[in-house]
């Protein structure tokens, strides 16, 4: 509904997620082959993108063409964009920041593949504070403990992190494969084992090898730094920013113990963990490596 919509958006100080785009969000025309990137912001979500292209540009013998279309999140601007989007070659591999009942239902009865990736919500509300602070379209919050605070109420972009997750993990029907940031951090080249059978692309260890070189966070950070443009209109993977420059702070498991008191992780408890309990995906993630 609208007074949702306006809600999850009210935190964006311009039109980059803009309402009216979400409104024609139900003429979007899925393709069975479409495969949708969500996750929570300050998840991994580039990074998910790094490693999802190279996989399929590795010219494998199930997907010859090493042809991939990285598309701008479905949320984004104006609306008239979607007709664009008609004309895009397949695959598209589409990311999106939204929770599951705004995401358009086509992806739903065409069975379209989802990788979900969830990082611990004590790092994601450390990474997005720092996002806050950093990112000119968000609004300011100086301080840790008020941040924290709207964390824990689900008053910030894109609302609460675990009705979020909750919202994805109780309305999957099978075709959802959810990534856990921290596993990505353990164990990266098993990861990205898990996600090309997931996907039906065939690679080699090599191959493995090379995408988990190349999707490392020193490496995604270096690149980054050595590109002149600040912003990459044609590389937009999360709707809050085209400067990718923002986005490989820290890239750690446990940056929430630097922050996080005592009384503020027993907050979290008393907030979030009734919900967090009442599923298993959100329990069983960890919170140090
Ligand atoms: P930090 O702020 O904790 O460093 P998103 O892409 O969803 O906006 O998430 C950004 C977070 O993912 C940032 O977390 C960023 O550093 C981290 N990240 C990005 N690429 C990474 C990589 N290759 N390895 C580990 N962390 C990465």
Request: charged share 30%.
């Amino acid at each position: 509904g609208s007074a949702r919509t306006m809600s999850l958006v009210k935190d964006a100080k311009t039109e980059r997620v803009s309402i009216d785009r979400l409104r024609t969000l139900d003429r979007f025309d899925a393709r069975e082959d479409d495969v949708l990137l969500v996750s929570y912001p300050k998840s991994g979500t580039h990074w998910l993108a790094e490693i999802l292209k190279n996989l399929y540009h590795c010219r494998s013998p199930t997907h010859p063409t090493g042809q991939v279309t990285l598309t701008q999140p479905l949320e984004f601007q104006d609306p008239s964009k979607l007709g664009e989007l008609k004309n895009l070659p397949s695959p598209r591999l589409i990311p999106t920041h939204l929770p599951k009942n705004m995401v358009p239902r086509e992806l739903q009865t065409k069975q379209c593949k989802v990788i979900y990736v969830i990082r611990n919500p004590k790092d994601t509300a450390v990474s997005m504070f720092h996002y806050y602070q950093q990112n000119p379209h968000l609004p300011k919050v100086d301080k840790w403990a008020t941040f924290l605070d709207m964390f824990l109420k689900g008053e910030v972009v894109y609302g609460s992190w675990v009705d979020h997750l909750l919202s994805w993990d109780r309305s999957d029907n099978g075709n959802t494969l959810f990534v856990y940031y921290e596993s990505l951090k353990k164990d990266l080249p098993k990861c990205v084992q898990e996600i090309s059978e997931f996907l039906g692309v065939k690679v080699t260890e090599d191959q493995v090898r090379e995408i988990s070189k190349k999707s490392s966070f020193r490496e995604m950070k270096a690149r980054v730094e050595k590109e002149k443009e600040r912003s990459d209109a044609n590389h937009i993977v999360c709707a809050l920013t085209s400067d990718r420059k923002l986005i490989f702070r820290k890239g750690a498991v446990g940056d929430w113990k630097n922050h996080f008191t005592q009384d503020q992780n027993s907050q979290f408890e008393a907030l979030l963990g009734e919900k967090i309990n009442s599923s298993e995906l959100a329990s069983s993630v960890e919170y140090e490596c």
